[in-house]
């Protein structure tokens, strides 16, 4: 059998093993006993819908998993990207437009795929649970801008790397690296102004103690913004967060109204002086350094197997049919395990960066305990796990678990 095959079809399974020993470890970890943390946080009545949601949640993803996992297989072994290649090379001659072909195929199916889980996700699951606000019409809006978007921005970013590695030679994977950097700059910049409205509104906060709280704290670390916004999460979900977006004058304070309709000023200016500890600590700065470093690594690992027939038979396309096109999809599969390997590392840095934010949050504030209490709420009002699994932790957690930040905070 192909090598290439061989080592796809390992990689798919053992991905498929690792992230169900993960989740089963994860739900067998599951306390019933209420930590002394959370007691007059979560009832007993919501405790027990946590772990009831925890159950479905992981229940379903498993089962999607499984689903994409036997999809991506058969398609493999059945030929699926050959058929889909001579689709798309009866659609256009031209090496970019056959290219946009190919993709937009997959990419379309993919959508189409998963599009029935992420119906029952959002409209039975989420609202079972009293999550989902999102109504049909705005489902379908939704999916539709997200296409949309796709197509807008994937399309010309896929074009202009054919196009390189058409023209440019051998050092064709430095300018795509260099292009998708500056790209992605120029995105940073405009998906406060262009981007996310199409989704959300985002509109200043009103006049008020909270306002005026937020802004004075701001000044005082010397954080040059163009406002605090309120975002309309509510629109399809009763989950809050909060963010900050942007780089220089254009950056923004953002809060989900779901966020400023269930805490308090102070518990709000803990969550915001969090945010402005990762600013403070340039944790976003070096994560847009890390991922340029590792966008390079990636260009340059993509130029070795641009190409290479033994790739192409894996997938069963004869060597006459090889592409440059197909050589970005292929590559995919070959660098999923150091993929993996990075997101593991990053959460890692992530989690660690989460208790520097928590501390400077806490020092920067006096308050410490309005920090621990916005931990709570948000827990206990987004049906938290409060006992993950170690190794659940370890390979999918970006955020420490919530009784480890508590903790940490306290021993401030």
């Not at 659609?91 to 290219?99: F, K, M, T, V």
């Not at 070096?286 to 790739?311: C, D, P, Y």
Request: proline residues 4%; hydrophobic residues 50%.
């Amino acid at each position: 059998m192909n090598p290439y095959l061989l080592f796809i079809l390992a990689v798919l399974i053992a991905r498929y093993l690792l992230e169900t020993c993960s989740d089963v470890l994860n739900l067998r970890h599951v306390s019933p006993i209420l930590p002394p943390e959370f007691e007059g946080h979560y009832d007993a009545n919501r405790y027990a819908k946590s772990q009831d949601y925890l159950g479905v949640t992981t229940q379903f993803g498993l089962l999607i998993d499984l689903f994409h996992t036997v999809v991506t297989i058969a398609f493999i072994l059945l030929g699926g990207f050959a058929f889909v290649d001579a689709v798309a090379r009866k659609l256009a001659s031209d090496e970019i437009l056959c290219g946009l072909a190919f993709a937009g195929i997959l990419a379309l199916a993919g959508r189409l795929l998963a599009l029935p889980f992420s119906i029952y996700r959002t409209f039975v699951i989420e609202e079972r649970f009293g999550f989902n606000r999102t109504t049909p019409r705005t489902f379908v809006v939704d999916t539709i801008k997200s296409l949309l978007l796709a197509a807008v921005i994937g399309g010309p970013v896929l074009a202009g790397v054919i196009w390189f590695f058409l023209a440019a030679g051998p050092l064709a994977w430095m300018y795509c690296w260099i292009a998708v950097v500056l790209f992605q700059v120029v995105l940073v910049f405009i998906a406060p102004y262009v981007i996310m409205p199409l989704f959300n509104k985002y509109t200043p906060l009103e006049e008020g103690d909270l306002r005026s709280t937020l802004e004075n704290y701001a000044a005082e670390q010397d954080f040059r913004m163009k406002g605090v916004f309120q975002m309309d999460g509510s629109r399809r979900s009763s989950k809050s967060n909060a963010f900050f977006t942007g780089f220089g004058k254009s950056r923004r304070i953002v809060l989900y109204d779901t966020l400023i309709k269930n805490h308090d000023v102070d518990e709000l200016l803990a969550v915001v002086a969090h945010e402005m500890g990762h600013y403070k600590r340039h944790h976003v700065l070096k994560a847009i350094g890390r991922g340029i470093i590792t966008s390079g690594i990636m260009f340059f690992l993509l130029s070795l197997f641009m190409k290479n027939e033994g790739m192409f038979q894996a997938f069963g396309i004869e060597s006459a049919h090889v592409s440059i096109y197909a050589s970005l999809v292929f590559f995919g599969f070959l660098y999923a395990p150091i993929a993996t390997g990075i997101s593991v590392f990053e959460n890692i840095l992530s989690r660690s960066h989460e208790f520097e934010a928590d501390a400077y949050a806490a020092r920067t504030t006096g308050k410490s305990e309005a920090m621990i209490a916005a931990l709570k709420r948000l827990t206990v009002d987004n049906l938290g796990n409060l006992t993950p699994h170690p190794f659940k932790v370890f390979l999918d957690y970006s955020h420490p678990p919530v009784l480890k930040r508590i903790q940490h905070l306290e021993s401030l």
